[in-house]
């Protein structure tokens, strides 16, 4: 199922201020391990590409508020890296497939099992009527205690953008700052674009 998500909000970050917490830290010390896959064939994607949003699975569609973080957190990620969204009833160059969720329990050193949260895309050329070549693919997963999926989406979805078109040649970890300004910025997109879909959604039901 193909469908048109637009961040319709987007704007420039301020200066972002750091306090030093009392151990002497920043919050850029606070790091997230990310696990990566990701393969990629020889052809790349040009900068300025149109893109449209593919759910691998539609029964995705019935997380509801998560369903759509995930769309507006890949769409800011992408238009992030110069790539926009087609405009409705044209045809993009390339199609992003989404899949994301709760995977298996991984035990982790000292703790209990904890859930990997993951998200999963593959951008494909677009052919109207087929299936395109496969420009790259991966897959991204954490393991934070305590985060929820919704929480991680964001992160996710910048690191899966900073690393698509390349081939990682099996999974390897990386380590990004919780609040790293590439992270806080697509996470204020991404709660931006939903807030303005919320109230689009109002507007329209008080007119029914």
Not at 37 to 44: G, L, Q, R, V
Not at 71 to 87: D, H, M, R, W, Y
Not at 157 to 171: K, P, Q, S
Request: charged share 20%; glycine share 6%.
């Amino acid at each position: 199922m193909i469908r048109h998500f637009r961040t319709r909000w987007l704007f420039q970050l301020g200066a972002i201020s750091l306090a030093a917490s009392m151990a002497g830290c920043s919050a850029f010390d606070i790091k997230q391990e990310v696990r990566i896959d990701a393969i990629a064939s020889t052809k790349s994607v040009a900068r300025g590409a149109s893109f449209i949003l593919n759910v691998r699975n539609p029964a995705l569609a019935k997380e509801g508020a998560t369903y759509n973080r995930a769309l507006a957190a890949v769409s800011a990620a992408l238009e992030s890296k110069g790539q926009f969204l087609a405009p409705p009833r044209t045809d993009p160059q390339y199609v992003v497939e989404i899949d994301f969720g709760v995977g298996n329990a991984i035990q982790q050193p000292n703790s209990g099992p904890i859930q990997e949260k993951f998200l999963s895309l593959s951008a494909r050329d677009y052919v109207r009527g087929g299936r395109g070549e496969e420009l790259w693919n991966i897959k991204v997963s954490v393991t934070e205690a305590g985060a929820t999926l919704d929480h991680a989406l964001p992160l996710l979805a910048v690191v899966a953008l900073d690393n698509a078109g390349i081939d990682t040649r099996g999974e390897t970890t990386i380590e990004i700052p919780l609040k790293s300004p590439s992270v806080t910025r697509i996470r204020n997109i991404t709660e931006a674009a939903l807030q303005e879909d919320r109230k689009s959604t109002r507007l329209n039901s008080s007119h029914i």
